[in-house]
């Protein structure tokens, strides 16, 4: 049974005005999310996840994403990942910013979660370089990608029932939270690291670099478009 999301009304006192923050970054960031938007949402219906939820789970990832950036993780990820794993590369690459390892974790839950039977489908776990070669492929896409976010959010559902009697940007903020930052934490410690200040979109943090709550970012911007 596909598990929806059911969108409600919600308000909460950010500690920053994001778009204030991130200018022409936000701006950009709407833009791409608005032009894609369609596109997105289909892969996102295939799996019964509300695309507005989705979108505001990576938003942050897409203020910080930097395509010069991306194009030397992405070379890296083709050759080191695929001949060694994610021991020789293991940058986040594409639009989401997935790293190899975290598609590795979403497919090994999915194999092993009911969904799989489910749906009809599983993954190649093997660790071999063909097993990884796809990943890569499936990574370097943004199709790919969106599926792999939307197995995510059905992998938390299932994993964390208790995000079905939150309000709907509580669930966000959950979902941002693990998925910046792991992928199995407790549901005591999302509620905890919610609040964290662990994110920021220089490309190297040096002790200037400022910080932000990523969930802070994810659930404004899913306020600000429901």
């Known amino acids: ?10 308000t909460t006192a950010f500690s920053a005005d994001y778009r204030k923050v991130f200018g022409t970054d936000w701006e950009q960031a709407v833009d791409f999310v608005v032009d894609h938007h369609e596109a997105w949402a289909e892969e996102f219906r295939r799996f019964g996840v ?12 897409l203020i910080r ?4 950036q991306d194009e030397i993780e992405q070379a890296a990820v083709n050759g080191l990942y695929v ?5 020789g590369a ?9 790293k190899p390892s975290f598609a590795e974790e979403v497919e090994r839950a999915w194999n092993a979660s009911p969904l799989a039977q489910e749906y009809g489908f599983s993954f190649l776990l093997s660790d071999t370089r063909e097993a990884r070669r796809a990943r890569v492929r499936r990574l370097g896409n943004e199709q790919g ?8 959010i059905r992998l938390q559902q299932l994993r964390l029932p208790q995000l079905q009697h939150v309000s709907a940007e509580q669930q966000v903020r959950l979902l941002a939270t693990a998925y910046n930052y792991q992928f199995a934490a407790s549901w005591p410690t999302l509620n905890r690291m919610q609040h964290q200040r662990r994110f920021h979109t220089d490309m190297i943090r040096t002790r200037n670099t400022r910080m932000f709550c990523y ?4 659930a404004s911007f899913f306020i ?3």
């Open 1 to 10: 049974m596909w598990l929806l999301l059911t969108l409600g009304s919600a």
């Open 50 to 61: 509300d695309s507005k939820v989705a979108e505001a789970v990576v938003f942050p990832e």
């Open 65 to 68: 994403y930097s395509k010069w």
């Open 83 to 87: 001949t060694k794993g994610s021991g």
């Open 90 to 98: 293991n940058f986040s690459v594409g639009r989401f910013q997935m």
């Open 145 to 152: 990608q969106c599926r792999y976010l939307a197995i995510f």
């Open 215 to 218: 969930a802070d970012i994810a």
């Open 224 to 226: 600000a478009n429901i």
